[in-house]
């Protein structure tokens, strides 16, 4: 196996799996011995197939489960240690579908994180603001609107925000870009890049979308049934003789094929 270090994982770990499992109640293992750290300002992808463990690895950083073995430890603490929902107003979190609540307008969905967190009044409006500049949305046209009133992309948009509302140091990301349509997933990704460069957030991201996952991770985590196959750079991935990641990468020239071909 594949193990990619860098300097910030070396020397500022933010986010650590430690012989981390998860296994269901009735004994089916989801995911096991996961050993990996995750630097600050750093962007982790775990690439997989659908039901690989991916997800399930996502959830234990957030304590939406917790281990059933081992240990994950978010800034060198526990998530045992930590109150679950201290820990969430830590992360940001964004998912395929945006979960924006649909009787909130842009505005409420954003703000949500830090009127909980009793921000006040005077501080909530310009950061709603200055999040949809950041995110490429005229808050003059935007803020006032609801879900079903934007596109898809920019519901989207509209999560990345509300997920960085209080600042959060930490981002998950769950499929993030895979519901919408290829032209508006390009412009998306390429503005996100953008993004995180400016921020510097410690970003954890799921796909199932090899070229998603080279494009946008410091460094890739193949995961396969449950287990961690590897952490690769980028580069090192691509050149890669083993046979989990040459499968990868494999399917992603032959995708490069078809549409030279169409």
């Known amino acids: ?25 009735d004994g ?25 463990g991916k997800t399930t690895a996502l959830k234990l950083i957030n304590r939406l489960i917790d281990p059933s073995e081992g240990e994950v430890r978010i800034e060198g603490r526990s998530t045992r240690d930590w109150d679950p ?7 940001g979190y964004v998912i395929q579908e945006t979960g924006l609540f649909p009787h909130y307008t842009v505005e409420q969905n954003i703000s949500l994180i830090p009127r ?9 409006g310009p950061r709603v603001q200055e999040l949809l500049t950041l995110v490429g949305l ?12 934007l596109s898809g992309g920019q519901r989207q948009r509209v999560g990345v925000a509300r997920a960085l509302a209080a600042d959060p140091p930490i ?45 946008l991770g410091t460094r890739i985590g ?3 049934a449950g287990e961690l196959k590897g952490l690769y750079l980028a580069r090192e991935f691509l050149r890669s003789n083993e ?20």
Do not use: C
Not at 13 to 24: C, K, M, P, S, V
Not at 138 to 149: G, K, L, Q, V
Not at 194 to 205: E, H, P, S
């Open 1 to 25: 196996m594949s193990i990619a270090t860098n300097a910030n994982t070396a020397n500022e770990a933010i986010i650590e799996f430690r012989n981390a499992g998860y296994r269901l109640p």
């Open 28 to 52: 089916q293992v989801l995911l096991k011995n996961v050993n990996l750290t995750v630097g600050r300002g750093e962007t982790l992808v775990f690439l997989g197939r659908s039901g690989a």
């Open 85 to 91: 929902i201290e820990l969430r107003r830590h992360i």
């Open 116 to 124: 909980l967190e009793k921000w006040p009044a005077a501080r909530i």
């Open 138 to 149: 005229d808050p003059a046209h935007f803020m006032e609107r609801y879900p079903h009133e």
């Open 171 to 215: 981002l998950l990301m769950d499929e993030p870009f895979g519901a919408l349509d290829p032209l508006t997933r390009t412009e998306i990704r390429g503005e996100f890049q953008a993004l995180q460069r400016r921020l510097g957030k410690t970003i954890v991201i799921v796909t199932h979308d090899t070229s998603e996952a080279l494009l």
């Open 222 to 224: 193949l995961v396969e």
């Open 243 to 262: 046979p989990v990641a040459s499968a990868y990468v494999a399917q992603l020239h032959a995708l490069e094929v078809f549409e030279k071909d169409k």
